[in-house]
């Protein structure tokens, strides 16, 4: 089964202020943390959902300088993608992402994971390879392994055409039947939307020596 990877980057980060991809895990940010994770896997090609318009706080310099440094990091391994149709959350992204993508299945991961594992992702795709079905954790719809099924393709059209009611990633597990499986360490999952969130993950990172 051919897998792309992807990472979802291009929220407006409301919440915290300030864009959560630039935040700093350890040397490196968080797009940079969540890039190197995923590429680790065995996938064929690095996705990124990043718009434009949501990183305000990146500088025109900086942002030439982010595309130098992934195209030499990656190759041809990656694409950074804008979302087709703007602000209707991550199934957007997916969207945008799959008809990109011609792989067999997608393993998608937010960027605002900062005590994520390889062995978290590696869970999902072995579960999902083995099904041929969605898979993600308990409580937690992302990340999530999605086959790239002729059904899903059109239910994501679907949802940038306005025909589906609930946009979201929930309603489109139930829909195809997914599987939830339980995670080797919940904690790695939690994600960060607010300054305290991000200072409670750093203090983590510190206790663990990360």
């Known amino acids: 089964m051919v897998i792309d990877g992807v990472v979802l980057a291009g929220g407006l980060s409301s919440r915290m202020g300030e864009d959560k991809a630039l935040l700093k895990r350890d040397e490196r940010d968080m797009l940079t943390y969540t890039t190197d994770l995923v590429s680790s896997l065995p996938i064929k090609r690095l996705l990124i959902s990043r718009n434009e318009a949501t990183t ?5 310099s900086d942002a030439d300088s982010y595309s130098i440094n992934y195209a030499n990091k990656y ?3 990656y694409k950074v993608v804008d979302d087709v149709v703007a602000n209707i959350g991550p199934l957007g992204g997916i969207y945008s992402i799959a008809i990109q993508s011609n792989a067999d299945a997608l393993i998608i991961t937010p960027v605002d994971l900062p005590l994520l594992r390889t062995e978290d992702l590696e869970q999902l795709i072995d579960k999902g390879t083995s099904a041929k079905r969605p ?3 308990s409580h937690h719809y ?3 392994f999605l086959p790239l099924t002729t059904e899903v393709r059109q239910y994501l059209e679907d949802v940038v ?3 589906v009611p609930q946009r979201s990633v929930n309603t489109m ?3 195809f039947d997914a599987i939830e499986v339980s995670p080797e360490n ?3 999952l939690t994600n960060v939307n607010t300054p305290a969130q991000w200072d409670a993950a750093k203090k983590l990172l510190s206790l663990a020596g990360n």
């Not at 305000?56 to 025109?60: G, I, L, T």
Request: hydrophobic share 30%; proline share 9%; aromatic share 8%.
């Open 173 to 175: 597990c139930t829909n």
């Open 186 to 188: 919940d904690a790695r």
């Open 75 to 77: 190759d041809d391994n």
């Open 56 to 60: 305000v706080s990146v500088q025109p």
């Open 161 to 163: 055409k306005g025909q």
């Open 142 to 144: 992302l990340p999530l």
């Open 135 to 137: 898979v993600y954790f």
